[in-house]
C-alpha cells in the first residue's frame, strides 16, 4: 500500500549551484540556487525568481558562473542563499575571494572547487520567473579535486545537493553502477 502525498514534489537530488554575477558597477554578487539542470552537453537551465539582483545581472551582462557547492564549501553556499544581494554586499560580508572569468563577463569566487562558465543563449519569462538557457564555455577545476589522469573526481569534490523534502543538505553517495553499460544485462 502507498501514501498519498497530493502535490508534493520529490525529485532528487537538486543541485546546490552558486550563481555568481557583475552588475552594472562591476560589482560582484552570488545567490544560492537549486531551480537548475543540464538541459544537452554544453548547454545549463535555469528558473530564477524575477527579484533577485542576480536576476538583473543576468538580463544585463547576458553571462554568469555556476560554482558547485560542496561539503567544504556549505556554509558558504548557505548564507548565498539566505541574504538578499539587494540588501547586503554578499562578496564582501562572506570574505570569499573573486577573479574574473577570463571566457564571460562574470566572477569566479575561488573557494569552490568546480565553476562552469556560461554565456546565456535565451531567456525566457514563464509563470513569473525566467527560464535563461547558457551555454557552458569552459569549467574550471582545482587540482585538488582531480584524480591521477587529471579528470574532476566527483567523490573529492564531495558534491551537496538540497533535500527539498526536510530543507536540509546532503552530501552525493558512492558510484552504483557504470551508464550505458549496466542495462545490457537486462535481456
Not at 59 to 68: E, R
Not at 74 to 86: M, P, T
Not at 143 to 155: A, C, F, P, T, Y
Request: proline letters at 2%; one cysteine or more.
Amino acid at each position: 500500500m502507498r501514501k498519498i502525498f497530493s502535490k508534493k514534489t520529490v525529485l532528487l537530488p537538486l543541485p546546490v549551484y552558486i550563481i555568481g554575477t557583475y552588475d552594472e558597477n562591476r560589482k560582484a554578487n552570488a545567490m544560492n540556487l537549486a531551480w537548475g539542470v543540464q538541459c544537452g552537453y554544453h548547454e545549463v537551465s535555469l528558473s530564477i525568481a524575477r527579484e533577485h539582483k542576480t536576476t538583473e545581472n543576468i538580463l544585463l551582462k547576458k553571462a554568469f558562473t555556476i560554482s558547485l557547492a560542496t561539503k567544504s564549501t556549505k556554509d558558504i553556499a548557505d548564507y548565498f542563499g539566505i541574504v538578499s544581494g539587494n540588501k547586503v554586499d554578499k562578496i564582501e560580508k562572506s570574505g570569499v575571494h573573486i577573479v574574473k572569468s577570463e571566457n564571460v563577463d562574470a566572477p569566479i569566487i575561488e573557494e569552490f572547487p568546480l565553476t562552469l562558465e556560461c554565456k546565456v543563449i535565451d531567456i525566457q519569462e514563464e509563470f513569473g520567473d525566467y527560464r535563461v538557457v547558457a551555454e557552458i564555455v569552459n569549467t574550471l577545476a582545482d587540482k585538488s579535486v582531480l584524480n591521477e589522469k587529471g579528470e574532476i573526481d566527483v567523490d573529492k569534490l564531495e558534491l551537496i545537493t538540497f533535500d527539498s523534502i526536510t530543507n536540509s543538505y546532503r552530501i552525493l553517495g558512492e558510484k552504483v553502477g557504470q551508464a550505458f553499460k549496466d542495462g545490457a544485462k537486462v535481456k
